[in-house]
């Protein structure tokens, strides 16, 4: 099993522009999650979905969007970047009714 | 809501010395986990130990052990023989009910040879 993989590692944007990080895992996992990790800061959580379709919003979802079309992925759109978007990401999946959380090598995002 | 604090931005101890990073939380739940997780510099999260908050008894893997103490709302890791392998960022998170985690800040950890 690959567990939980992110692409890419890192991205430079300029501001305005839109991309999509990607996000897959193999175990079948229901829960995925996206969380931002800035400095001087403990992970914060920006959507998560509990199953393919269904999708919800964390503590920190403006400027992001997601879907979750198949149970083995879940990107996260970025459609307009800003300067305040630049951070570490993390993708992140777990079983129904487990606590563990399996993380993804992360994604180091820089808007210019 | 639920909040977790880590008190102490940064530690060094030298190599084979005892650490003890501190961890607090406020939540008005019965039922919950708590977790401490490691980032090296290589970024990825990795999970060291778990404490589900209905077992009494303290969680222990291999040289990493907690101090739960769940009418005060504390959850410290004791990480004993350090090695510097132990060298990280090392994160406090607690789990609510909709298994949701809340982290806190972090604490900077340093072994020196």
């Known amino acids: 099993n690959a567990g939980v993989t992110q692409t890419p590692k890192f991205q430079v944007l300029k501001t305005g522009q839109s991309m999509t990080l990607q996000c897959a895992q193999d175990m079948n996992h229901e829960y995925m999650s996206w969380y931002r990790q800035d400095p001087g800061m403990g992970l914060r959580l920006i959507h998560y979905s509990v199953g393919a379709g269904i999708t919800d919003q964390g503590e920190v979802p403006n400027g992001y969007n997601v879907s979750r079309s198949t149970t083995e992925d879940f990107p996260l759109r970025l459609l307009s970047a800003a300067p305040s978007q630049t951070s570490v990401y993390f993708c992140?999946?777990?079983?129904?009714?487990?606590?563990?959380?399996?993380f993804g090598p992360g994604t180091r995002l820089t808007v210019l | 809501a639920q909040t977790v604090t880590q008190s102490q931005p940064e530690m060094s101890v030298q190599e084979a010395e005892t650490v003890t990073l501190s961890c607090t939380y406020d939540t008005s739940e019965n039922n919950y986990y708590l977790f401490w997780y490691k980032q090296p510099p290589s970024r990825q999260m990795i999970l060291v130990i778990r404490?589900?908050?209905?077992k009494q008894q303290n969680a222990t893997e291999n040289r990493f052990s907690v101090n739960f103490q769940k009418a005060a709302k504390s959850f410290s890791l004791k990480i004993s023989d350090s090695q510097l392998g132990d060298t990280a960022m090392y994160f406090c998170a607690y789990m609510d009910s909709n298994y949701q985690l809340i982290w806190g800040a972090g604490t900077k950890l340093i072994i020196k040879p």
């Open positions: 404490q589900e908050a209905y």
């Open positions: 992140a999946s777990r079983a129904p009714f487990l606590d563990e959380q399996f």
